[in-house]
């Protein structure tokens, strides 16, 4: 999986689970939800993501054939 395919389906599946949990458990993970609309939102000006730091250190999106 590409790295930037690996971020959208972290960011969707957080704001999914963030939901979820405000309408079963308590509407004060809508502030995850919130958290999760910056960090995309300043991700988009400052090209710095910090998912994308974490998943690279993950070794997230790397591949052996990289360079061919």
Do not use: D
């Not at 963030?18 to 993970?29: E, I, K, M, T």
């Not at 988009?44 to 061919?68: M, Y």
């Amino acid at each position: 999986m590409k790295l930037e395919n690996a971020i959208r389906a972290l960011a969707g599946t957080f704001i999914l689970v963030s939901l979820a949990l405000a309408h079963y458990v308590s509407p004060n993970w809508l502030w995850f939800t919130a958290f999760v609309g910056a960090n995309l939102l300043q991700s988009a000006f400052t090209g710095f993501c910090p998912a994308e730091t974490i998943l690279k250190k993950l070794g997230v999106g790397g591949s052996c054939c990289a360079g061919k």
